[in-house]
């Protein structure tokens, strides 16, 4: 049996209390979830699409058009849906997913962002 107890610990660190074969508990530390930087252009060719593959699932997802002038999207779905950001506009979602696709009607709008998860 596994529970885990939140201590309000300013880094998200947690503390789990596990149950061990013989029934004593132990305390398992867990530290707080990585994030994986995002930092890239959209593709050089206007309208490609780009893949970002995150190489874990995501738990939440951010990111941020950093150009001053141009606009792009990105969609969580395969390219099913795109959702647009203008520039300096940003987005913020818990979806497990992934990868991302981006792109832009401009060649090479830049971005940053964060995945998180396991």
Do not use: C, W
Not at 25 to 42: M, S, Y
Not at 97 to 106: P, T, Y
């Amino acid at each position: 049996m596994s529970e885990r107890v939140m201590l309000g610990q300013p880094d998200d660190t947690t503390v789990q209390l596990e149950g061990t074969a013989d029934g004593a508990a132990k305390v398992v530390v867990v530290p707080p979830t990585q994030g994986i930087a995002l930092d890239g252009t959209t593709s050089s060719t206007p309208n490609e699409q780009t893949e970002i593959e995150f190489g874990v699932t995501s738990e939440g997802i951010y990111l941020h058009n950093t150009d001053a002038a141009n606009a792009m999207s990105v969609s969580f779905d395969g390219g099913g849906t795109f959702f647009p950001l203008a520039a300096g506009a940003e987005i913020s979602v818990d979806l497990a997913r992934d990868s991302i696709i981006v792109q832009s009607a401009s060649a090479s709008v830049p971005y940053e962002g964060l995945v998180t998860g396991d």
